[in-house]
Structure formats: structure tokens, C-alpha cells
């Protein structure tokens, strides 16, 4: 199985974007149907055994909940859109490649089909580099592409903390979303903590200094620097990187907002902006594909911190992640086969 990100493979054989590399015609394809229905199941299945174990619970706390106003629902499903096309836009620019919006935006849907069973954002990363290559781009221009889009993402996120800092202020939301992470920290105690971290500190070192590892990752990093000195050198293409990927956050926010204005409108955007922000942030450190089980309850204690009543914000969290996480899954296997007849994964 080749490598991922400059020749170090973080996942192994588990990455099912990656089989798409080496693996013959439509095998891929048919491994991520599987790995997408197993997880279909799974879900269903531990869904139903919460459901009929908790049912009375549930249906007593759910019967408060209003029923949510379907237009700001199809503006959540917009703004779901949107995302994926501005996503597409950042790889166009991030690359320099010459393509339609619609094969790059069909890029994000296949990407976004494999992230939904690899953790970290790697199958994401796996389907970029192929489809980068494929167009083109050697492996060390496209670990750089990518990597930079990564980077502007990063860079993003946090100006985006940095300007709704203020609403973080004696609101309660940063408290209420960080407040797991704390528990879980004096639960297992500050020192078990800090030498589970100085080990994976060490290990990230010595691997990082070991020849071989450097070898292989000394032309990613050439990649990388002048992919940085290009991009410095074409302002145009640095602007639209930057903008589009800060649309990938403002839709984002706005589908989240919606959600919840479908059913309380009581919240202010740059709150649930800033939950936004704070809440995938502190999710992002789970091991599990789009941070799942770890970024809705961080939304929902956010969002509740902020005044919003709990079982509504529960109910509204529910409905942003079903829109803008689990249904672009069809068009995503669907992007994923077309792309793989055209050869371009």
C-alpha cells in the first residue's frame, strides 16, 4: 500500500481512499459501498437498541421540542452546498490546475465518501493526492497542494476564534465545551496525562528523526516550500485559497445556524459561531471519522451554554449533522463511481 503523506502511511491498509491508488478498477469502489454500509449499519443498529431501551425517555424529552420551520432547513441544505463548492474552489486554487468547478467540487463529494469511515481527515487526503495526480501533479506537488489547503484551514480557524473571542467572554460557552476535556483530564489525573503525552511526544520525535523516515519525507518538504514560494509569488491565487476556504467555515456556521433558527431563534450567530469554532476545535481531537460522537455533544453543551434550551439544541445538532454530514454520503459514492469510469481516481 504506498504511502500518504510524503511516504508515511498513518493508517495502514485501513485508509479505503488509499486502495483506490493500487487497488484494480472498481475493487475501491466496491470496498467503500462496504465500509460505508457496514457503518449504515452499525449505526442503525445501535440507534435502535438506544431507541427501544430509552424510548419513554426520549419521546418525553423530544415532545417538547417544536417542530422546526422547514425554509431555514433548506437554507442549512444551501449552505451544505456551498461548502462543498467552495471546498472545490481551495483545491483550484491550491493546485493551479486548469478544471471545471464541477470536477473539483466532484472531487470534495468522492473525498468527502471516504473521510466518513477513515479518521483524522485522511481518506479525504488520500482521494486528493490521487485525483491531484491523476491531473497531473507529482506526488511531492500534490502532498504540498493539499497541505496547503490544510494550512489555510488552520490559519483560518483561528483568526475565526481570535475575532469571536469577545462573545467567549462571560458567556459560558468556552467553559461548557472545554469542560469535557477538563473532567476527562483531572478523571485520569494531570500526571497519567502528561506522560501519556510526553510518550507520544518522544515517539513523534524519534520517528521524525529517524533516516529513513527523513529520507522519505525530505521531498515533501522541498515540495512544500516551493509550493509556498509559488503561491507567495501569485497573491491572486493565495487570495482565493484563503477566501474560499474561510466560505468552507462561514457555511459551515450558517448551516449550523440555520438548524437551530429552524427551531429557536433566540441564539445570535456570532454565539453559535463561536461554538461552532470552540466545539469542532476541542472534536477534532477524536480518533473517529469526522469526529463523530465527539463534535455533536460539544455543539450541543455550547449551544445550550449559550441560552438555548437543551433538548432543542440536541434536536437541532441532530438535523445539522444529518444535512451537512450524512446525506452528501449518496452524491459522494455517486461523485466516487463517475470519477473512478473517468479516470480521474
Not at 457503518?39 to 424529552?61: E, H, I, M, Q, Y
Not at 475575532?163 to 468556552?174: I, P, Q
Amino acid at each position: 500500500m504506498p504511502a500518504v503523506l510524503g511516504g508515511v502511511d498513518a493508517t495502514g491498509a485501513a485508509a479505503v481512499a488509499v486502495e483506490l491508488i493500487r487497488a484494480p478498477r472498481g475493487f475501491g469502489l466496491r470496498r467503500t459501498r462496504l465500509r460505508v454500509l457496514a457503518a449504515v449499519v452499525v449505526v442503525g443498529v445501535v440507534g435502535a437498541l438506544v431507541g427501544t431501551r430509552f424510548r419513554s425517555d426520549v419521546l418525553g424529552t423530544l415532545s417538547n421540542v417544536p417542530a422546526p420551520r422547514w425554509h431555514w432547513l433548506v437554507v442549512c441544505l444551501l449552505a451544505s452546498v456551498l461548502f462543498y463548492v467552495a471546498h472545490g474552489v481551495s483545491v483550484r486554487a491550491a493546485s493551479g490546475l486548469r478544471m471545471s468547478l464541477g470536477t473539483a467540487t466532484a472531487s470534495q463529494l468522492a473525498a468527502a465518501a471516504a473521510n466518513r469511515v477513515v479518521p483524522a481527515g485522511l481518506g479525504a487526503i488520500a482521494v486528493h493526492l490521487r485525483f491531484l495526480e491523476r491531473r497531473g501533479m507529482t506526488r511531492p506537488a500534490a502532498v504540498a497542494a493539499v497541505a496547503s489547503i490544510k494550512g489555510a484551514a488552520f490559519l483560518v480557524h483561528l483568526a475565526g476564534i481570535a475575532l469571536v473571542a469577545g462573545t467567549l467572554r462571560g458567556s459560558g460557552v468556552g467553559e461548557a465545551v472545554t469542560a469535557p476535556v477538563r473532567m476527562t483530564v483531572n478523571g485520569i489525573g494531570a500526571g497519567p496525562v502528561a506522560a501519556g503525552l510526553t510518550v507520544v511526544g518522544v515517539g513523534i520525535g524519534t520517528a521524525a528523526a529517524h533516516p529513513r523516515v527523513r529520507t522519505r519525507l525530505r521531498p515533501a518538504l522541498r515540495g512544500f516550500r516551493a509550493h509556498l514560494a509559488v503561491l507567495a509569488r501569485s497573491p491572486g491565487r493565495t487570495v482565493v485559497l484563503v477566501t474560499s476556504t474561510a466560505a468552507t467555515k462561514a457555511a459551515q456556521v450558517m448551516g449550523l445556524a440555520c438548524a437551530v433558527w429552524s427551531f429557536e431563534s433566540g441564539l445570535s450567530i456570532a454565539s453559535i459561531t463561536a461554538v461552532y469554532l470552540v466545539g469542532s476545535a476541542v472534536a477534532g481531537a477524536a480518533p473517529t471519522a469526522g469526529s463523530v460522537g465527539a463534535i455533536e455533544p460539544a455543539l450541543v453543551i455550547g449551544l445550550t451554554a449559550s441560552g438555548g434550551t437543551a433538548a432543542t439544541m440536541f434536536a437541532a445538532v441532530l438535523v445539522f449533522r444529518l444535512i451537512s454530514y450524512w446525506l452528501p454520503i449518496l452524491p459522494g459514492v455517486t461523485a466516487l463511481a463517475m470519477m473512478r469510469r473517468r479516470g480521474d481516481l
